[in-house]
């Protein structure tokens, strides 16, 4: 398995365009999680899935923020009417929810967002 | 809610001794995981070890070891014969998976610096 992988891996955009992330997780795990990391911090939770249902939605994830993973594999984040304050680093992560490793999230390596 | 504090935000060592990452948190619960993560300059999160709470004996992983002190919510790391490579940012992280559906809660992160 190749791991968790994110495109694309860095992307320039201007204030108020809309922008989207995909993740595609390790294959045989059912949760995928997101988080934002801004430089010198550590990740902030977003969201996160197990399969295709969103169980969870951060109150940093604004109405500008959406989600999905229509098919329980790769997911998707679209950030619209974007902003100078979404700038950051979005990760995304992946996790079995039963057997050897549940607790444990793998990461992708990240889109780097910048809003200019 | 659940916080999680690392205290140093950066530290140095030179190669082939011995340091000590602090990380505290705070939570109400029981049963929880909590874990170290590298993330090196490139900047991909890597598990580096984990911790139940429930069990008792500290977690080891080569030159990796965790002093897990559950009255006290301490959880340190512990770096043995400290290598080049393990230059990095280190975050300390927690999930109460039970309830959270392992959503990770970061530190701030301590910047550790490997000198030759």
Not at chain 1, 66 to 84: H, V, Y
Request: contains cysteine; charged residues 20%; neutral net charge.
């Amino acid at each position: 398995d190749t791991g968790v992988s994110q495109n694309p891996r860095h992307k320039i955009t201007k204030r108020g365009q809309n922008v989207t992330f995909r993740c595609d997780p390790i294959s045989e795990h059912n949760r995928l999680y997101w988080y934002r990391q801004t430089l010198g911090q550590g990740p902030e939770f977003l969201t996160y899935f197990q399969n295709e249902a969103q169980l969870e939605k951060s109150r940093l994830l604004s109405d500008r923020f959406s989600a999905e993973r229509p098919k329980g594999s790769f997911s998707t984040l679209e950030i619209q009417r974007t902003e100078q304050g979404d700038s950051a680093m979005y990760l995304c992560a992946s996790s079995p929810s039963s057997g050897q490793g549940t607790y444990e999230q793998y990461f992708g390596p990240g889109t780097r967002l910048t809003v200019t | 809610a659940q916080t999680v504090t690392q205290s140093q935000p950066e530290m140095s060592v030179q190669e082939a001794e011995t340091v000590t990452l602090s990380c505290t948190y705070d939570t109400s619960e029981n049963n929880y995981y909590l874990f170290w993560y590298k993330q090196p300059p490139s900047r991909q999160m890597i598990l580096v070890i984990r911790q139940e709470a429930y069990k008792q004996q500290n977690a080891t992983e080569n030159r990796f070891s965790v002093n897990f002190q559950k009255a006290a919510k301490s959880f340190s790391l512990k770096i043995s014969d400290s290598q080049l490579g393990d230059t990095a940012m280190y975050f300390c992280a927690f999930t109460d998976y039970y309830n959270q559906g392992g959503k990770l809660i970061f530190g701030q992160g301590t910047e550790l610096s490997v000198k030759p």
